[in-house]
């Protein structure tokens, strides 16, 4: 196998279009030559220190601290979950409050200590050996299917407000609020600009901390840097994975105010690949290369081709099509507007035979989340949105021939 950009070739030579781009690590597009010879210059140079501070270290937490807002600290280590669970850790350091409040269709890794967090997901499986901290669930603002039942014009933002009334009544308890500024396995699920800002002011009442996981959403995915910055709201904390590597090493790092960083004494939080040279001298590759081509407004652009390339293919198989960036969720839905989740499996499985590589997300497994790397070029979405259509209407006319 192979990779080149948004293309793959498995083993027999078949080529295909990767709208997945590794759950979105692939941010630069694969085997890309600038991190390439990056990583092997690193590599060549220093591989392993064991926490020590290294300069690339340093230069990646200054950087991404400045890129949250004045006054905020950096922690570097590996791996989504490991992230999570770094945040929750300074959080309950800085408050003393062990629960989290959390919401559905959330996902936030796989570790034993976080499952009771991923309500929703096929995680439950789990649930019977899922340990950590005592987790509130919220409805998510999922405005195509409104768990309230109204449209968007009536709502006056009942989900934030839910989950600020759960918060009031457990304030005692509840030390962060951990919120995906959009849900990513949760189908790419794009609240209202306000529902943070919601989130945020209830924090601030009841001296809880707003911890943002950015880790599929965050590092120019949705058009800026940070997705939450679309909202105008600064969080305690943000937690950043996937992207910020380019898919080479799975880095993370969580930012927040310096005296939630510091809650927490030296020495406790140590790892092996605390801030590992070659991981922290790629994402400073990454991060320049965002800014040297301006990724962020090239998402803006690439995804507002793919949504309108999308919508005027007007299948009556997709429900809704939203996003930000290249970040774009299309739910399938049946005739009478059900959710499609079977034929979804389906259109997954003809988009392969057909060269392209999709992911199913949302509560009922219905939506196709899209999300190419950030260097895809116009005649792929074109090419896409050619071969996603033949593949939707292939299947959908199967399955109303049944």
């Not at 019977?128 to 768990?147: E, K």
């Not at 407000?161 to 396995?185: D, F, H, K, T, Y």
């Not at 959403?217 to 679309?230: D, L, P, Y």
């Not at 997300?361 to 896409?384: A, M, W, Y």
Request: charged share 20%; net charge neutral.
């Amino acid at each position: 196998m192979k990779g080149r950009n948004a293309e793959l070739w498995d083993a027999g030579g078949k080529r295909y279009l990767d709208f997945c781009a590794g759950f979105a690590s692939v941010s630069l597009g694969h085997c890309n030559p600038e991190l390439a010879r990056e990583a092997y210059r690193l590599a060549s140079t220093l591989d392993q220190t064991h926490s020590q501070l290294t300069a690339p270290c340093l230069e990646l937490a200054e950087e991404l601290a400045k890129s949250v807002g004045n006054g905020m600290k950096s922690f570097i280590d590996t791996g989504g979950s490991a992230a999570v669970e770094s945040c929750l850790k300074f959080a309950y350091a800085a408050t003393g409050k062990p629960g989290v409040l959390c919401f559905q269709g959330g996902f936030h890794g796989r570790n034993l200590g976080l499952l009771q967090l991923s309500r929703g997901s096929a995680l439950k499986k789990f649930a019977g050996i899922a340990g950590g901290p005592r987790a509130f669930h919220s409805p998510y603002a999922y405005c195509y299917r409104c768990p309230y039942g109204r449209t968007p014009s009536e709502c006056g933002m009942e989900c934030a407000s839910a989950a600020v009334r759960m918060l009031e009544e457990n304030q005692r308890e509840i030390g962060v609020v951990l919120v995906e500024p959009a849900q990513g396995s949760g189908g790419y699920v794009f609240p209202p600009n306000d529902f943070l800002k919601v989130l945020k002011e209830g924090c601030e009442r009841t001296g809880a901390l707003l911890a943002v996981d950015e880790i599929q959403m965050g590092v120019a995915r949705t058009g800026s840097f940070w997705c939450f910055q679309h909202s105008g709201v600064v969080p305690d904390l943000v937690i950043a994975g996937k992207g910020l590597a380019g898919g080479l090493y799975p880095l993370n790092a969580v930012i927040g105010r310096g005296d939630i960083i510091d809650s927490v004494p030296p020495g406790l939080m140590y790892s092996s690949f605390n801030g590992n040279p070659v991981g922290c001298g790629i994402a400073l590759k990454v991060l320049e290369i965002i800014r040297r081509d301006d990724l962020c407004r090239r998402s803006v652009r690439m995804g507002n081709n793919l949504a309108k390339r999308l919508r005027e293919l007007k299948l009556r198989s997709v429900g809704s099509i939203e996003g930000k960036g290249l970040a774009v969720g299309v739910e399938l839905i049946r005739p009478d507007g059900t959710p499609a989740t079977e034929e979804t499996k389906s259109v997954i499985e003809e988009g392969l035979a057909r060269g392209i590589l999709l992911k199913e997300g949302g509560p009922h497994r219905n939506r196709l989340v899209l999300s190419p790397p950030l260097t895809i070029q116009e005649k792929e979405i074109d090419e896409f949105c050619s071969s996603l259509s033949t593949t939707l209407e292939q299947v959908f006319n199967s399955a109303r021939s049944v």
